[in-house]
């Protein structure tokens, strides 16, 4: 089969859309079709249905698929063009590089090194209470802020803030960080970072992240919030990392393990994007 028949074929699997949602039709099968593009099913130069495709697909209207492509063409993921149909004008970004759980903190320091990064803002300021509790400090206590943006190739792919102590931040200044990873400069004030504590959710961008990561505002976004220890087990770094999905993926690994009276899941995560970042989730267990 065909490149472009294999696409077409891949429409019939799509998601249903439905009237009962909140979300206009045309823009649910804009959604549908943007996630496919993203994810290489619809590959650079592939043809995507057209709108007669798009009417017995989802039962819409041919006025609601029109808008839909025309919603892909005004983005630039597509060009349509009489006599050739709709076709993908998006490249996926190349490979990720991927590594294993266990070196964590190695494969953090390996992306400071290996990206490019554009600091937006630095500051020292009051501890608000979610900072505070994350750095074990009071409420008000003055601490180091940073706003980084990381990008592979001119693009950018995380939305970095990060909070230290103001002892340790004080060993560095603006021009230091953005030459240098924070890890490595954090290490050369004679911190020993030791182990670093994570949670993994969803959030959607607000006008900061949008701007600096060139999407929509309310584009979803993955988002990673780290606390860094060192050996004494005190908190020097708190950081909430935003991603772009098409450009960062988490991946996890589940292997079986036989128990005595139960079977447990362990998993294994890695941080895949342009560059190795994030990993370690805790272990779901299923009895």
């Not at 990873?181 to 900061?208: H, K």
Request: charged letters at 25%; a negative charge.
């Amino acid at each position: 089969m065909q490149g472009d028949e294999m696409a077409l074929a891949a429409a019939a699997a799509q998601p249903r859309v439905s009237g009962a949602l909140r979300t206009p039709l045309y823009h649910q099968i804009y959604l549908i079709l943007r996630q496919k593009i993203v994810d290489g099913i619809y590959p650079f130069d592939g043809r995507l249905p057209g709108e007669q495709d798009l009417v017995e697909i989802y039962g819409v209207s041919r006025i609601t698929a029109k808008r839909a492509l025309d919603e892909l063409a005004a983005e630039g993921l597509v060009v349509r063009e009489r006599g050739r149909g709709t076709r993908v004008r998006y490249r996926a970004p190349a490979a990720p590089l991927r590594s294993s759980v266990e070196g964590l903190l190695e494969n953090l320091l390996a992306m400071g090194l290996e990206t490019e990064v554009k600091l937006v803002e630095f500051d020292y300021v009051a501890a608000s209470e979610p900072v505070a509790v994350a750095l074990e400090c009071g409420p008000g206590e003055l601490v180091q802020r940073a706003l980084r943006v990381r990008m592979i190739d001119g693009q950018p792919f995380s939305h970095l803030t990060t909070y230290v102590p103001e002892d340790i931040g004080r060993q560095f200044d603006a021009a230091d960080l953005s030459e240098t990873a924070l890890l490595a400069l954090l290490e050369r004030s004679g911190v020993e970072v030791s182990s670093a504590t994570q949670t993994i959710t969803a959030t959607l961008a607000d006008a900061s992240a949008a701007t600096h990561l060139e999407v929509d505002i309310g584009a979803a976004l993955l988002m990673v919030s780290r606390i860094v220890r060192d050996q004494s087990g005190r908190p020097i770094e708190f950081i909430t990392a935003l991603y772009r999905p098409d450009r960062y993926q988490y991946r996890m690994v589940l292997s079986r393990v036989h128990g005595k009276d139960r079977n447990v899941w362990e998993t294994s995560g890695d941080g895949t994007g342009d560059r190795q970042s994030d990993a370690g989730m805790p272990s779901p267990r299923n009895s």
